[in-house]
């Protein structure tokens, strides 16, 4: 219990060196089944470390915690929110180009093929629902 605590101080605090960070995100990928929480304890308390240091920078990453309210999702940043509405925008304006296509190149065939004109189903509409569609 001490030991998982001491390293959680040192996590907490940030007095983990990079190296040793990255060699650990190693040791936990290659094994995704079970958490190796011994290797990563041994090998964070096996750094030397400035105590007096280390209580200091604990103490203000604890009272940073205490008045954020506890741990905090920090959202997605507005960066990848304008990207996501560019892309969703882009991808809204391909489909609409793609199906305006389509649907004109259905008019074109339905009247070449079976000589339907749209103007006349609209004059038939003038004609039989006259306050639906007034004629000019």
Request: glycine share 6%.
């Amino acid at each position: 219990m001490t030991a998982v605590g001491a390293v959680s101080l040192r996590l907490l605090a940030g007095m983990v060196s990079r190296k040793t960070l990255d060699q650990l995100k190693r040791t936990v990928e290659a094994s995704p089944t079970e958490y190796p929480w011994q290797v990563v304890t041994q090998a964070v308390l096996a750094e030397p470390v400035d105590d007096q240091k280390l209580v200091q920078q604990g103490l203000r990453a604890q009272r940073d915690w205490v008045l954020r309210g506890g741990r905090t999702d920090p959202g997605t940043p507005l960066g990848v929110k304008a990207k996501t509405l560019l892309a969703k925008l882009l991808a809204q304006l391909i489909f609409f180009t793609v199906y305006t296509g389509v649907v004109c190149l259905g008019l074109l065939i339905a009247k070449y093929l079976w000589d339907f004109d749209l103007y006349r189903a609209l004059t038939w509409v003038q004609t039989n629902f006259p306050t639906l569609l007034p004629k000019r």
